[in-house]
């Protein structure tokens, strides 16, 4: 029997409607789930975990996080060697693996190398699809510009310099299409937009529009030309809008949406990615003092409408998936508060795991193969050890007790690592 085939029994699992059936067994055979259902018997030699008590989910989506980055610190960005950025990166990856999530869509900083390294399995993490850069305008929020020195530098340094990284920076509708061409030639799975300000951008003001409605059409344009869908981040008003009409697959953190913004996205299908586990820090952030001036304004005042943008979605009919911002070693691996999050802003406990997990698929393209428990997926799961039924459990530490990847227990059960003879 393969090292990555198991047999669960009796295991409550994760159903299509976000409920748990069971007790059930669940047969994986060669990394990909056999049968689901009850009464089954395992195949010969096929090791066997009691999962009387225990709650079995699909790994979880990440589709807004940043792997590459693990300090806002400006100063100490631009002192580390890209080689520890790099070796740090992988770090974070493993850690992201070990808490839950086996799928991230990287927003921004990790490039095609390290996407590519993973899959070949020269180091551990969840399954990668990459942005390489965020795209924006020049003054906007992804341009730090160094006035003294007059030199160019991504805001807080935090995309570092390496050879062939592509532009994130582009003006007009000419400069956005050959922008993005240079982004699919660098090996970017999803082209992202930054069309408003940020919290932390580097310039005062507030969240106006950064970006035309000819540069994101063109930017648009030329992905959807090239096979790329296309994530934006608009933290409301016209450039949402925009982007959502140029038919953005995406809306990335969405803050100030409102209910007509909800129902175009609802009628061009476009996801909602709200992010609200890192706005409720940086709120928390400004009330101690840690972000000063329009930063510190600028999370106070989007701390005040947190999860606004959830409750309209949901009743607009908007699908909506997990991302987590996360972009410091302080976060990283605590990427399933994000459930929490979207529990308390309206969404039910169904709904808010099926978008940590099923919603996350959907939005990635690997519907067909990832996000359920069902014959024919790949077996990509985690375990509780507790009953989900109260979701603040998944802003605990070590809430995740298991995880499998293509079958194989990258952090084995208990009950299973105690087995003599059990996979390592």
């Not at 950025?85 to 990856?93: D, S, W």
């Given at each position: 029997?393969?090292?990555?085939?198991?047999?669960?029994?009796?295991?409550?699992?994760?159903?299509?409607?976000?409920?748990?059936?069971?007790?059930?067994?669940?047969?994986?055979?060669?990394?990909?789930?056999?049968?689901?259902?009850?009464?089954?018997?395992?195949?010969?030699?096929?090791?066997?975990?009691?999962?009387?008590?225990?709650?079995?989910?699909?790994?979880?989506?990440?589709?807004?996080?940043?792997?590459?980055?693990?300090?806002?610190?400006?100063?100490?960005?631009?002192?580390?060697?890209?080689?520890?950025?790099?070796?740090?990166?992988?770090?974070?990856?493993?850690?992201?693996?070990?808490?839950?999530?086996?799928?991230?869509?990287?927003?921004?900083?990790?490039?095609?190398?390290?996407?590519?390294?993973?899959?070949?399995?020269?180091?551990?993490?969840?399954?990668?699809?990459?942005?390489?850069?965020?795209?924006?305008?020049?003054?906007?929020?992804?341009?730090?510009?160094?006035?003294?020195?007059?030199?160019?530098?991504?805001?807080d340094y935090m995309l570092p310099d390496y050879p062939g990284r592509?532009?994130?920076?582009?003006?007009?509708?000419?400069?956005?299409?050959?922008?993005?061409?240079?982004?699919?030639?660098?090996?970017?799975?999803?082209?992202?937009?930054?069309?408003?300000?940020?919290?932390?951008?580097?310039?005062?003001?507030?969240?106006?529009?950064?970006?035309?409605?000819?540069?994101?059409?063109?930017?648009?344009?030329?992905?959807?030309?090239?096979?790329?869908?296309?994530?934006?981040?608009?933290?409301?008003?016209?450039?949402?809008?925009?982007?959502?009409?140029?038919?953005?697959?995406?809306?990335?953190?969405?803050?100030?949406?409102?209910?007509?913004?909800?129902?175009?996205?609802?009628?061009?299908?476009?996801?909602?990615?709200?992010?609200?586990?890192?706005?409720?820090?940086?709120?928390?952030?400004?009330?101690?003092?840690?972000?000063?001036?329009?930063?510190?304004?600028?999370?106070?005042?989007?701390g005040a409408r947190l999860g606004e943008a959830v409750a309209m979605?949901?009743?607009?009919?908007?699908?909506?998936?997990?991302?987590?911002?996360?972009?410091?070693?302080?976060?990283?691996?605590?990427?399933?508060?994000?459930?929490?999050?979207?529990?308390?802003?309206?969404?039910?406990?169904?709904?808010?795991?099926?978008?940590?997990?099923?919603?996350?698929?959907?939005?990635?393209?690997?519907?067909?193969?990832?996000?359920?428990?069902?014959?024919?997926?790949?077996?990509?799961?985690?375990?509780?050890?507790?009953?989900?039924?109260?979701?603040?459990?998944?802003?605990?530490?070590?809430?995740?007790?298991?995880?499998?990847?293509?079958?194989?227990?990258?952090?084995?059960?208990?009950?299973?690592?105690?087995?003599?003879?059990?996979?390592?």
């Amino acid at each position: 029997m393969p090292g990555n085939s198991i047999f669960v029994a009796g295991v409550h699992a994760l159903d299509r409607g976000g409920g748990f059936a069971g007790p059930v067994d669940v047969s994986v055979v060669d990394g990909h789930i056999e049968r689901v259902g009850r009464s089954l018997r395992p195949a010969r030699e096929q090791p066997r975990l009691d999962g009387h008590g225990l709650w079995l989910l699909p790994g979880v989506f990440d589709c807004h996080l940043h792997a590459g980055l693990a300090s806002f610190d400006q100063l100490e960005l631009m002192r580390t060697p890209l080689s520890r950025r790099v070796l740090e990166t992988a770090h974070t990856l493993r850690r992201t693996l070990a808490a839950g999530v086996t799928f991230v869509r990287d927003a921004g900083i990790v490039d095609a190398g390290i996407r590519d390294a993973v899959a070949a399995g020269l180091v551990p993490g969840p399954e990668l699809q990459v942005s390489v850069v965020a795209l924006g305008a020049t003054g906007g929020h992804g341009d730090g510009f160094l006035a003294g020195p007059g030199i160019d530098c991504p805001v807080d340094y935090m995309l570092p310099d390496y050879p062939g990284r592509p532009p994130y920076l582009a003006d007009g509708p000419a400069g956005f299409r050959a922008a993005v061409r240079r982004l699919v030639r660098s090996g970017a799975d999803w082209i992202k937009l930054l069309a408003t300000g940020g919290v932390l951008s580097a310039a005062g003001g507030e969240f106006a529009a950064e970006l035309g409605a000819d540069e994101i059409s063109a930017a648009v344009a030329e992905a959807t030309s090239r096979g790329r869908p296309v994530m934006v981040h608009a933290l409301g008003g016209p450039a949402l809008r925009h982007a959502v009409e140029a038919g953005a697959r995406s809306i990335e953190h969405g803050v100030f949406l409102t209910e007509a913004d909800a129902a175009l996205m609802a009628a061009r299908g476009c996801a909602l990615v709200p992010t609200l586990v890192i706005y409720d820090q940086l709120e928390a952030m400004a009330r101690a003092g840690r972000l000063t001036g329009a930063r510190a304004d600028r999370a106070r005042a989007v701390g005040a409408r947190l999860g606004e943008a959830v409750a309209m979605a949901r009743d607009a009919g908007v699908a909506i998936a997990l991302g987590s911002d996360f972009g410091h070693r302080a976060d990283h691996g605590r990427n399933l508060a994000e459930i929490t999050q979207l529990h308390r802003a309206g969404l039910s406990l169904e709904a808010a795991l099926l978008a940590a997990t099923a919603a996350g698929a959907e939005l990635c393209g690997v519907a067909g193969r990832l996000g359920r428990l069902a014959a024919g997926y790949q077996f990509d799961a985690i375990l509780l050890d507790q009953d989900p039924v109260d979701p603040a459990i998944f802003a605990r530490p070590g809430c995740v007790t298991a995880v499998f990847q293509r079958g194989v227990p990258v952090v084995p059960h208990r009950r299973l690592a105690d087995r003599p003879g059990a996979a390592p």
